[in-house]
């Protein structure tokens, strides 16, 4: 089946600083999603993508839709205690019977 | 509204047990999802609803149950339930094919005991 790829499981940053993920897939999508979750939530969506090569801010939060669309990264800049939590990319190719896609998802930790 | 709402939050239940888990949407979603997270998982598809008609099945063993009675609901009914499906099910909703991304609730947190 189709998987993606996110690496890696944890990342521990300083307050204030920047932050890059990257999410890559062996199978194309047309929609990027990436979400985040905390401790006994269900995932938020934070941003999402559906055109390749599209770039998309949300406040602190910019993500990009690969132009090979099977790829897509997001970066938080001036992380703050409140961005700790688990990072999921998700992938959709739209249509009857879709499904979401999950990557493995990536613990944030933020040192203040 | 734009919120997915899940009860109970918790729920702890005997293997010999029957309980429902409930979950409601008022976005005008016709699509709805039940999927189960392990801690530290991603979360793993169970079953899809479209148009109130379940399209998808993952192959869920019979001890677990949707049933959708209108376009805003969506239950999982539980029965006869091992330890191992101790997790946290999550309930979702959207347009169908997906446009726009799934909206997720908060989940139940289910112990089997």
């Known amino acids: 089946g189709q998987q993606l790829n996110q690496s890696p499981q944890s990342m521990f940053i300083q307050e204030g600083e920047d932050v890059s993920m990257n999410c890559t897939s062996s199978s194309i999508f047309n929609t990027w999603l990436w979400y985040k979750q905390d401790p006994g939530e269900g995932p938020v969506l934070l941003i999402a993508l559906y055109k390749a090569g599209e770039l998309t801010s949300n406040g602190r939060l910019t993500a990009q839709f690969g132009i090979t669309r099977k790829d897509s990264f997001l970066n938080i800049s001036a992380s703050i205690p409140s961005d700790v939590g688990i990072y999921f990319c998700?992938?959709?190719?739209?249509?009857?019977?879709?499904?979401?896609?999950f990557g493995k998802g990536i613990t944030l930790s933020v040192r203040p | 509204d734009t919120e997915v709402t899940q009860t109970p939050k918790h729920l702890v239940m005997g293997m010999t047990n029957k309980k429902s888990l409930k979950c409601e949407q008022h976005m005008g979603h016709r699509a709805m999802y039940w999927y189960k997270q392990k801690a530290k998982k991603p979360p793993e598809l169970m079953f899809v609803?479209?148009?109130?008609?379940?399209?998808i099945n993952e192959s869920v063993p019979s001890r677990f149950s949707p049933e959708c009675p209108n376009s805003s609901l969506l239950n999982l009914h539980l029965h006869a339930l091992q330890p191992e499906d101790s997790a946290l099910y999550l309930c979702a909703s959207s347009q169908v094919g997906g446009k726009d991304g799934y909206t997720f609730g908060s989940g139940t947190r289910l112990t089997v005991v």
């Open positions: 609803y479209s148009y109130e008609k379940l399209s």
């Open positions: 998700a992938g959709l190719y739209t249509g009857a019977n879709s499904k979401l896609t």
